[in-house]
T-cell receptor, first 114, second 112 residues
Framework: EPEVTQTPSHQVTQMGQEVILRCVPI?????FYWYRQILGQKVEFLVS????????KSEIFDDQFSVERPDGSNFTLKIRSTKLEDSAMYFC????????????FGEGSRLTVL | QQQVKQSPQSLIVQKGGISIINCAYE??????FPWYQQFPGKGPALLIA?????SEKKEGRFTISFNKSAKQFSLHIMDSQPGDSATYFC???????????FGPGTRLSVLP
């Protein structure tokens, strides 16, 4: 069964460092998302991406964040200068098309900022 | 207006009992209402979903009830099993932006 894959599964970084989280969405999906979940809390929307551009972003997704689809398969989330409060589980998700409702999530990347 | 409210925050049910989780929303642009199940250390996985043109959808032991006029929907888990112990999130999709908004989650524990 096709799945969304994310790397790394866990990354520990120092405050102020840049982090790149990588995702490979399901191959024929057109919509891509990043969500964040601070331990034990709700799943928070960060950004959605369609047709090689950001469709929507939340207040969390400030200038420190960026997304990119550098090739036909990868979808990356970059945090330019990490803060302690960026520590969370980051989930990538993808969706087939506009009419499809189902969102497929990856297993997540746990980011720990020290 | 983008918020989805969910209750209860946690729920303890005996094996074989019925688990009921409730959600409410305000945004009338929401057009798809999924429920996700999340086990510790895993990503959310779609459990069941409903569109606003129906009032109920059943898949096995899982049923969504949807009340469009009240802007409320709920998940019923019949014959709850210890393996159902997980965190459940309701969500809603904004048809315009294709964004999904999640409720805060309900931690369900089913006692053997």
């Amino acid at each position: 069964e096709p799945e969304v894959t994310q790397t790394p599964s866990h990354q520990v970084t120092q405050m102020g460092q840049e982090v790149i989280l990588r995702c490979v969405p399901i191959s024929n999906h057109l919509y891509f998302y990043w969500y964040r979940q601070i331990l034990g809390q709700k799943v928070e929307f960060l950004v959605s991406f369609y047709n090689n551009e950001i469709s929507e972003k939340s207040e969390i997704f400030d200038d420190q964040f960026s997304v990119e689809r550098p090739d036909g398969s990868n979808f990356t989330l970059k945090i330019r200068s990490t803060k302690l409060e960026d520590s969370a589980m980051y989930f990538c998700a993808s969706k087939l098309d506009r009419n499809t409702g189902e969102l497929f999530f990856g297993e997540g990347s746990r980011l720990t900022v020290l | 207006q983008q918020q989805v409210k969910q209750s209860p925050q946690s729920l303890i049910v005996q094996k074989g009992g019925i688990s009921i989780i409730n959600c409410a929303y305000e945004n009338t642009a929401f057009d798809y209402f999924p429920w996700y199940q999340q086990f510790p250390g895993k990503g959310p996985a779609l459990l069941i979903a409903i569109r606003p043109d129906v009032s109920e959808k059943k898949e096995g032991r899982f049923t969504i009830s949807f009340n469009k006029s009240a802007k409320q929907f709920s998940l019923h888990i019949m014959d709850s099993q210890p393996g159902d112990s997980a965190t459940y999130f309701c969500a809603a999709r904004d048809n315009y932006g294709q964004n999904f908004v999640f409720g805060p989650g309900t931690r369900l524990s089913v006692l053997p």
